[in-house]
C-alpha cells in the first residue's frame, strides 16, 4: 500500500498570502488528521476530518481551514500567513478510531 | 496541566543498555496509547500501539500501560545507536475525540 502523501514538501510564501496543503491518505483511510509541529511547541492538534466532515477541531485561528473530499483527499488551507505559522504541517490517516495514525513527511512551510 | 507528559531529555543510554522512556496522561476516558519514533527532519513513524493494562512486546520493544496510574512506558532492550531518536507518546482521548501528543523524549545512544 501506498503510504500517506502529501504536496508539496516545501512551501515559501510570504506574509499576508494564503496557501493551500494537500494530502491524500493511505487507500481505504477514512479518518484524516492534521498537525502543527514546531520546535517550540510540538505536535499541535488542527482537525480531523471523517469521511468529509470535520469531526474536531483544536485551539488554532479561523485563518486555519481544511475540508476533505469524497475520495477521502484532505486540503488544509492557511489564510493570511503570519511569521508564526512557519511550522512543519503533518498530514496523518488511520483506519479506524482504535487504530494508530501513519504520517505523511510533512509540508515544510516558510513564512518571509 | 498538560494532558500527556513526557520528561524532555536527553535520555542518554550505552549501545546495548535498555532505555526507558515514560509517560503520564491527564484523561482518564483515554483507551487507546501509542508510541512514535521521530528522526530529526522525518515524520513520527508509529512503533507500538497498547490498549489494554499490562505489557506488550514486539521485538526490541516492549510497551507498559497502568491506567489507575495512568501511566504508559515503552523499553528499548539492546538499545543500538539507530535508535537514536525523539519518542513521542500520544493517547487518544475518547471525549475530546483526538489524538493528543506528549512534546516527546530525546534519546541519544552512544557506542
Known amino acids: 500500500k501506498a503510504g500517506v502523501t502529501q504536496t508539496p514538501r516545501y512551501l515559501i510564501k510570504t506574509r499576508g498570502q494564503q496557501v493551500t496543503l494537500s494530502c491524500s491518505p493511505i487507500?481505504?483511510?477514512?479518518?484524516v488528521s492534521w498537525y502543527q509541529q514546531t520546535p517550540g511547541q510540538g505536535l499541535q492538534f488542527l482537525f480531523e476530518?471523517?469521511?468529509?466532515?470535520?469531526?474536531n477541531k483544536g485551539n488554532f485561528p479561523g485563518r486555519f481551514s481544511g475540508r476533505q473530499f469524497s475520495n477521502s483527499r484532505s486540503e488544509m488551507n492557511v489564510s493570511t500567513l503570519e511569521l508564526g505559522d512557519s511550522a512543519l504541517y503533518l498530514c496523518?490517516?488511520?483506519?479506524?478510531?482504535?487504530?494508530?495514525?501513519?504520517f505523511g513527511s510533512g509540508t515544510r512551510l516558510t513564512v518571509v | 496541566q498538560k494532558e500527556v507528559e513526557q520528561n524532555s531529555g536527553p535520555l542518554s543510554v550505552p549501545e546495548g543498555a535498555i532505555a526507558s522512556l515514560n509517560c503520564t496522561y491527564s484523561d482518564r476516558g483515554s483507551q487507546s496509547f501509542f508510541w512514535y519514533r521521530q528522526y530529526s527532519g522525518k515524520s513520527p513513524e508509529l512503533i507500538m500501539s497498547?490498549?489494554?493494562?499490562g505489557d506488550k512486546e514486539d521485538g526490541r520493544f516492549t510497551a507498559q500501560l497502568n491506567k489507575a496510574s495512568q501511566y504508559v512506558s515503552l523499553l528499548i532492550r539492546d538499545s543500538q545507536p539507530s535508535d537514536s531518536a525523539t519518542y513521542l507518546c500520544?493517547?487518544?482521548?475518547?471525549?475530546?475525540?483526538?489524538?493528543?501528543f506528549g512534546a516527546g523524549t530525546r534519546l541519544a545512544v552512544h557506542p
Open positions: 497498547i490498549y489494554s493494562n
Open positions: 500520544a493517547a487518544f482521548s475518547g471525549g475530546y475525540n483526538k489524538l493528543i
Open positions: 476530518y471523517f469521511s468529509e466532515t470535520q469531526r
Open positions: 487507500s481505504g483511510h477514512r479518518s
Open positions: 496523518a490517516s488511520r483506519e479506524g478510531d482504535n487504530y494508530g495514525y501513519t
